[in-house]
């Protein structure tokens, strides 16, 4: 038997700020999945405060770890690694399951006030805002666009998820566009 880590079980029980972002978080950069050793949640991301910003809120006393990059040029990842029957089952009711990259789907029973904090969360996890520059005439560097990018694996996700902000924020979005290991849904202006 392992060491037993503190953390609060109640957490994905209550819709909240923190909790819809922390959500949104793992269903683009987390994953769930059971072992012979028990159930477990896991969160990684290159942003060591977003991952420490994580475990203060769920009040976690777990170990975050370093881990090398597989890419020969990656940054290093944190990982939050949280074994817990009782929150593996609260993220199953809120929609996640195992191996979910490439079948997850956009959940149902967000609270209206929580959406755009679940939102935010994902594009945290899986996402990008930037500014594409190009030269202007005068040979000067100029911003061509901003775009927003959510990436992921399920297309199904990103479809339901431009649904949503096209319904919440009048954006028009026809298209989702398929990379080589995943899609994205973009946003420009």
């Known amino acids: 038997m392992g060491i037993k880590y503190f953390v609060n079980e109640e957490f994905f029980s209550n819709w909240g700020q923190e909790m819809a972002y922390v959500l949104g978080y793992i269903y683009a950069d987390g994953s769930i999945y059971p072992s012979v050793r028990g159930s477990y949640f896991n969160v990684t991301s290159i942003d060591r405060s977003t991952i420490f910003k994580i475990k203060k809120w769920l009040k976690s006393k777990h170990i975050i770890q370093k881990k090398k990059?597989?890419?020969?040029?990656?940054?290093?990842?944190?990982?939050?690694?949280?074994?817990?029957?009782?929150?593996?089952?609260?993220?199953?009711?809120?929609?996640?399951?195992?191996?979910?990259s490439l079948s997850i789907k956009f959940p149902k029973n967000i609270p209206e006030k929580y959406l755009s904090h679940f939102i935010r969360g994902y594009l945290d996890g899986d996402g990008c805002v930037y500014f594409e520059m190009a030269k202007g005439k005068t040979k000067k560097l100029i911003i061509k666009r901003l775009s927003t990018i959510f990436t992921g694996g399920s297309k199904i996700f990103l479809e339901n998820l431009n649904f949503i902000l096209g319904r919440k924020l009048l954006l028009n979005q026809a298209k989702i566009y398929k990379g080589k290991r995943s899609f994205q849904l973009r946003y420009s202006t």
């Open 69 to 100: 990059s597989t890419w020969s040029n990656g940054k290093i990842q944190y990982v939050l690694k949280i074994g817990n029957k009782k929150v593996y089952q609260s993220l199953e009711n809120l929609g996640l399951h195992p191996s979910k």
